[in-house]
């Protein structure tokens, strides 16, 4: 597609459910990166992959975080149990290998209630 | 990465030169200097990035001092769409992410 795609725009969940959050990257582009961005604070690094090789999770906050990533397709971001403090816009983030720009989604933003 | 040091926000004149500072006093030789912009509500934008030389396009002009100690974005004919917070952010070539600062608040008065 013409840009990263994100799904949904917008989630609310409740507090102890799980969610799944969604990102289409730009075809081509082999790296993806998941940001979190809490409001009025600046972006999170939560993970990255890049081609088949293993993803770099050092970013992801605790083990109820998890991501898929199926070649250099879609991705998913799965938190479980979620809690309020992991409301966010949740960015995703393509570009090719050893690329300088990012391009960016429009994000999810995940509210816990 | 090296850290980056911006001023937390700037105004600036609708039709004139926004010029945003950037000190990265700590960049080592490997470390390119990126901007990027956030809108708000939007995701991150890629704007420029330079590793010693002066750099230009459409969206704006990067200037990087001699001892790449500090760089100037330059916008130069700013509009109320460029209202935005604008990260500078220092990064190897080879290195995995990108590390978003606090960046600086960028208002466009009319």
């Known amino acids: 597609g013409a840009g990263v795609s994100q799904s949904p725009s917008n989630k609310v969940t409740e507090k102890g459910k799980d969610v799944e959050l969604r990102c289409d990257p730009i075809s081509g582009h082999t790296a993806l990166y998941w940001y979190r961005q809490r409001l009025g604070q600046g972006l999170e690094f939560l993970i990255y992959?890049?081609?088949?090789?293993?993803?770099?999770k050092s970013g992801l906050p605790s083990d109820r975080f998890s991501a898929e990533r199926t070649g250099e397709s879609v991705s998913t971001l799965t938190i479980q149990r979620t809690q309020q403090e992991d409301s966010a816009v949740y960015l995703c983030?393509?570009?090719?290998?050893?690329?300088?720009?990012?391009?960016f989604g429009s994000g999810t933003r995940l509210t816990v209630v | 990465d090296a850290k980056t040091t911006q001023p937390p926000s700037m105004d600036c004149a609708e039709g004139r030169a926004a010029n945003l500072p950037c000190n990265h006093s700590t960049i080592s030789g490997n470390e390119y200097v990126y901007w990027y912009r956030q809108i708000h509500s939007q995701g991150p934008q890629y704007i420029i990035h330079?590793?010693?030389n002066n750099e230009t396009n459409e969206m704006a002009s990067l200037i990087i001092t001699e001892d790449r100690k500090s760089s100037t974005l330059i916008l130069p004919h700013a509009t109320l769409r460029d209202t935005a917070v604008y990260y500078c952010i220092v990064r190897a070539g080879s290195a995995r992410q990108l590390t978003f600062g606090s960046g600086t608040q960028l208002t466009v008065l009319p």
């Open positions: 992959f890049q081609g088949n090789s293993a993803p770099d």
């Open positions: 330079g590793l010693k």
């Open positions: 983030a393509s570009t090719i290998a050893g690329g300088y720009g990012y391009t």
